[in-house]
Every structure is written in C-alpha cells, then in structure tokens.
C-alpha cells in the first residue's frame, strides 16, 4: 500500500478510510498470566485478534515473560482453517542463562512451538515473534498460545504489557 498525502477538502470514500486508517489492530495484554507443571499449550486469555478471509497480515508480538530456567517457555499460535504462517520466535535459546544471550531466527511454520529459553522467576525476558500471515477462505482468530517448555513447579509467566499487533497488507 504506497502511502498517500491527502488534500485540505479531498471527499474520502468509505474505501479511503479501510485502506489507509483501519490497516492495524492491536492488543494489550492487561494483566499477569501463570502456567505451572503443564507442557500443554493454552491459548492466552488477552493475545488474540480477528483476522478476515483472503488476506495477508505482517504480525509481530512483544511477549514480556518469565519462569524457571529449566521450565523455559514454548509459543506458537492458531489461526482459521486454512491459513498459513512464516515466522520467527527471535527468542532466547534454551541454554540461556541470561537475558542477553543467543537468539533463535530459525524459520517456523503455523503449527511449530519453538521452546525459548527463560532465565529465572522473576526475571522477566522478551520474545519478539513477527512473520506473514496468509488467511485463506475461513475468517477467524489469530491467537497466541503458549506452555512451559519442560513441566515445572515454578510457574512460568507471560506478563502485563505484552502486545500482539496484526497489520493489513492486502484487502
């Protein structure tokens, strides 16, 4: 979509209006989420959006997180029938005992859950994923979920402030 400089009295249609000013969604997660001793991915209760039918989307993430260092964090998503995504977690290695360490940029697919290193209770760490999502016929959610990486007692957290954003690229 090539960016457009609108005129002082220009009329803008309804079509305007969707191409150049509803190309973006976004949520905020609002509040602390916990998992504990389950390896079983769940889908996040705040990190979901709706996604149309025949349409691609550039979607990144900002997943503030924590858990043991040895419970780490697996993500992945779910999306409507049909759709497939390329992304990367750009996550922490699981061997991380920092939260500045190697990055995962290994390429994955819509049904892949990629273990990302956590670093200890409490201290929080950051997971970028982003990649294109392609909606085929069935609109539906996008959603974030996600497990602890290896069943531990700690519980592994995603945190306030995270956010997931979905931005239109074609209509």
């Known amino acids: 979509m090539p960016i457009t400089n609108f005129v ?3 009329t803008l249609t309804a079509a305007d209006l969707n191409r150049y000013l509803m190309q ?7 509040g602390i989420e916990s998992v504990t001793s389950s390896t079983t991915p769940q889908n996040d209760d705040h990190l979901f ?18 858990g043991a260092t040895a419970g780490d964090i697996q993500i992945g ?22 939260s500045t360490d190697e990055v995962s940029r290994t390429a994955q697919g819509l049904t892949n859950l990629p273990n990302v290193g956590a670093v200890g209770s409490g201290n929080n760490c950051t997971v970028s994923p982003k990649g294109l999502l392609r909606v085929g016929a069935n ?4 959603r ?10 700690t ?10 954003m979905a931005r239109r690229l074609t209509y």
Request: charged share 5%.
């Open 24 to 30: 973006q969604a976004h949520v905020i997660k609002p």
């Open 144 to 153: 974030f979920r996600w497990a602890q990486a290896v069943s531990s007692a």
């Open 77 to 98: 998503w779910t999306a409507p029938s049909g759709s497939t995504f390329d992304w990367v977690s750009d996550g922490l290695s699981t061997a991380a005992t920092t």
């Open 49 to 66: 959006l709706n996604v149309s039918a025949n349409t691609d989307y550039w979607v990144q993430a900002f997943i503030i997180y924590n």
């Open 139 to 142: 609109s539906g959610v996008l």
């Open 155 to 164: 519980a592994t957290q995603v945190t306030t402030n995270s956010f997931l």
């Open 8 to 10: 002082a009295g220009q």
